[in-house]
């Protein structure tokens, strides 16, 4: 294997929960391999007037401290399509500038912004340099089953034929499901490698599961003291809500849940405005005793969620979502906390129904939530069903034996082809 530099493109900001919990755990493991260095790009929002000089070389040293060297650019938002076309302008450039300044001889792009500037970038450099394009998702869809683009419109398409090129231009690949490999390479599935000879590896959103296996029945009793949850059946949803994340239907599960059990407390950890979800348990006839809707930082999490009896995860089923993998399952899973979720989401319904660890809905009606409860209760008198959660957890989505030695694996064979 030849010696490596890699440079990690990512179209976020490094205090961003994503960045916090996934980037830079799979940089630390990819870290591990022999003799690589790891450099790291970040877009920052509000760059100067919220970060200053002392701040960035603060970051800078703690990253420095673990192998990673971090550069950042600012990030610019508005009006979307000029500003993100400026972005990659601004990064293309940076990144021609530090491959010409350093021996980098891999690319890393996190989902296809990040790839455009890694690709127009190897292009113009007289170096042998290889992109790895970290697909992600299925950008373009994304944006057009959120209504945000128009199916078949200018930028849909001006944004599909770069897809297109970058497809052509990468050297190797990741994606997050079994799903999403089938659509794009089917033939990678038994080789591990594409039609034209490059790497394909699939791995999900993985976790620390040391975070999640801490916390024990003293965290668990801490947690339901404080809040008065002795007694009570606990369903928690963690994450964002609206757009892909159906709030309605988790309410009207939780509300279902309620009218079979009056124990039940609903458990709403999330970064999104409180109110949405607030007016839709009261509207369902919950109290203000009955739910607890919090802001937590991604280190409060297995803490809360060890106190927590189900977990729900109901996302919008569409093409897009065929390539996702939420982070959520692997850490509700972590905690060995059984799920509740639907079809057309990534592997997700697949992996839940082989490993029995939850139920998964049909339909979002209220016989299919009375279903997903009842069987629910079935597996906890039938199995001790934290343990098999555990176990799902370790197989699928451990940080270390499958995240990162997946990543240091396509890493090798990238290296090898330099």
Known sequence: MQPGHTLYLCYFGLLEPLVQTQVLPYLREIKKLDGLQISFLTFEPHFKEKWGSAKIEKEKRKLASEGIN???????????????LFD???????????IKEQEINVLHARVHVPALMGALAATMSRKKIKLIFDIRGFFPEEYTDAGNWKKNGLIYKSVKRAERWLLRKSDGFVVLTEKAREILFPESRNTGFDKFGRPVEVIPCCVDLNRFEIP??????????????YDRNVIAYVGSLGTWYLADEMADLMQTAREGDDSTFALILTQSSPKIMFDKLIERGFSDRD?????????????????????????????????SSPTKIAEYLASGVPIITNRGVGDVAEHIEEDRTGAVVDNFNRESYRRALR????????????????????????????????????YEKMLERI
Request: proline share 5%; aromatic share 10%; net charge positive.
């Open 375 to 410: 069987e629910i209760g079935d597996l906890k008198k039938r199995t001790e069903l934290s343990v098999a959660c555990r176990l799902s957890a370790r197989k699928r989505f451990d940080l270390e034996q499958i995240g990162g030695s997946k990543y240091r694996l396509i």
């Open 70 to 84: 971090w550069h950042a650019l600012p990030y610019h938002k508005s009006p979307s399509v000029p500003a993100t």
């Open 216 to 229: 024990n029945n003293i965290s668990r009793q801490e947690i339901r003291q404080k809040y008065n949850l």
């Open 88 to 98: 990659i302008i601004n990064g293309t450039r940076f990144v021609r500038k530090l």
């Open 291 to 323: 739910f607890l809707i919090k802001n937590v930082s991604h280190e409060e999490i297995p803490n809360f969620l060890t106190a927590t009896d189900i977990a729900v995860s109901f996302i919008k089923p569409c093409f897009s979502k065929l390539s």
